[in-house]
């Protein structure tokens, strides 16, 4: 039943043409674990062990190693602050995404569960692909 939900099948399409596609989901801990149960390959889906080489990324002085070293539960949200990591539980942290670090982390779509509120100098970057069922995909340009 899940893969035949219109996201699920909107999803499979993306995956079907971009195979090695990046995706986020954004301020949500679920989302990422959907599109992976999909077969997307989610950056932000539970993390059994850490990818350390992904979050030194936009944390090159390690700052936030004490955060995101754990098992965890990982919610993004993007900012235009500095990137910066918050632990929220023992199992879980956010990072809050700096709009210029996101070529960084080699994103290509972004999902979540309502529009987004993009500053003018990035909407370019970021182009409604889909949306139905309060879900929302960005396929996101550098």
């Known amino acids: 039943m899940i893969y035949k939900k219109d996201t699920s099948v909107a999803i499979q399409k993306i995956i079907s043409t971009d195979k090695d596609a990046r995706w986020m989901a954004l301020d949500s801990f679920i989302l990422p674990n959907y599109v992976l149960m999909i077969g997307g390959k989610v950056i932000n ?75 003018e100098e990035y909407s370019d970057n970021f182009k409604l692909v889909y949306n139905s069922e309060n879900v929302y995909i960005y396929k996101y340009k550098e």
């Open 45 to 119: 889906s539970t993390n059994i062990y850490p990818n350390l080489e992904l979050w030194e990324k936009v944390d090159q002085k390690k700052k936030y190693e004490d955060i995101y070293n754990r098992y965890a539960h990982i919610t993004v949200s993007l900012t235009t602050n500095e990137t910066n990591f918050e632990l929220t539980n023992g199992d879980s942290f956010t990072l809050y995404l700096n709009y210029n670090d996101i070529k960084k982390l080699k994103v290509d779509y972004f999902i979540c569960n309502h529009k987004l509120e993009i500053m």
